[in-house]
């Protein structure tokens, strides 16, 4: 993922992705935005391609696809522009004579803290009015599928991620993938138990692909 590249992903080396009901892994070096692909059984002339293929293996059922957004992440490292949720980040692309364009199925939060020096305990909180975490479904056959939410009520998703206490000051960005839909947003965020951000929430469209 690389923000100066106008918000490019990037595959990298041994990417997996699920292809009609069979897995197919990269050939690509490192960060290109295009890649070879290769499997074993797979029909590439139709049908679907899902990434990651951890969450599609076993959540896809004919055209529906099932996608569950976790309620919780533990960062163990970061490095400003590949992330360790980009595992959860889900995507989608029609295949055809072999080819597939991934698009994305929902949207992500970006949390971003400028020249960041806390170190220790940190747990940030996303709170929602509408539901973001759990269960969500799309037919993949609909012309523009998303994962999207329509259920009221709060939600809360939590990040923690333990700061080592030599770390310099740096920028520290967190990617969380959300549904889409219109909903109220506030995140909060606390190291060592002391409150240190809590602004209002937002009311915002959230589409397809944004980088909210």
Excluded: C
């Excluded at 163990?76 to 295949?95: H, K, L, N």
């Excluded at 973001?132 to 993949?140: H, K, P, V």
């Excluded at 939590?158 to 969380?176: C, K």
């Amino acid at each position: 993922f690389d923000k100066a590249e106008g918000w490019s992903f990037f595959w990298h080396k041994n990417d997996q992705i699920w292809v009609n009901g069979e897995s197919m892994t990269t050939l690509a070096e490192d960060k290109s935005k295009t890649a070879d692909f290769e499997g074993y059984g797979v029909d590439t002339d139709s049908g679907y391609a899902v990434y990651p293929l951890v969450k599609a293996q076993d959540n896809v059922n004919g055209n529906q696809l099932t996608w569950n957004f976790p309620s919780s992440y533990t960062y163990t490292a970061i490095d400003g522009i590949f992330f360790e949720s980009s595992q959860e980040i889900p995507m989608y692309a029609i295949v055809d004579n072999g080819k597939a364009t991934f698009r994305h199925l929902g949207a992500i939060l970006a949390v971003k803290m400028n020249e960041w020096d806390f170190t220790g305990k940190h747990v940030f909180t996303l709170r929602s009015s509408k539901k973001i975490s759990g269960q969500f479904s799309t037919d993949l056959s609909y012309p523009i599928p998303e994962l999207e939410t329509t259920t009221e009520g709060e939600d809360v998703v939590t990040i923690t991620y333990e700061r080592p206490d030599n770390a310099a000051s740096s920028n520290i960005v967190f990617y969380v993938p959300i549904p889409t839909g219109n909903y109220t947003l506030k995140p909060t965020i606390e190291v060592e138990g002391i409150p240190y951000y809590s602004p209002d929430g937002k009311s915002k469209t959230i589409g397809r692909g944004d980088i909210v």
